[in-house]
């Protein structure tokens, strides 16, 4: 008896004690939009064409990995939504095209850090905006 419950206060210790690492798991979410300006390559100006982009891939961080964990393809409206979260820090990333020449691989990311502080909490991420050459 007296052992079970040394062992029982020792487990309830082991759990009390650990802290539980960004990721799914929880009940929060991220929720943000991407949307595209299209330039024309010859002046470099916006051409006119606006819009929240459909179908466009959305990645995310949990804590400080150094690759992404997830990704998600945007709603017909733009929009992306990580759900099943728990609280911590994530990077939330997308790609942009750059002008000719301005970045070797042609793209760049457009990066947001954001918070979850609670259990049950929807985030904003914002809108990421992108361009398109």
Not at 42 to 70: A, K, L, M, S
Not at 115 to 128: L, W
Request: aromatic share 12%; net charge negative.
């Amino acid at each position: 008896m007296k052992a079970s419950l040394v062992m029982m206060g020792a487990c309830a210790m082991l759990l009390a004690g650990c802290k539980k690492e960004e990721g799914v798991g929880g009940k929060a979410e991220i929720r943000g939009r991407v949307y595209t300006v299209e330039y024309d390559d010859n002046t470099g100006q916006p051409n006119g064409h606006e819009y929240y982009t459909p179908d466009y891939r959305v990645y995310i961080v949990y804590g400080d990995n150094d690759y992404f964990d997830d990704d998600v393809d945007t709603d017909p409206d733009g929009t992306f939504v990580f759900s099943w979260l728990r609280k911590g820090t994530y990077t939330i990333f997308t790609y942009s095209e750059c002008p000719q020449n301005e970045c070797p691989s042609g793209l760049e990311a457009v990066k947001r850090t954001v918070q979850i502080g609670d259990n049950k909490e929807v985030v904003d991420a914002g809108t990421f905006n992108i361009e398109k050459w």
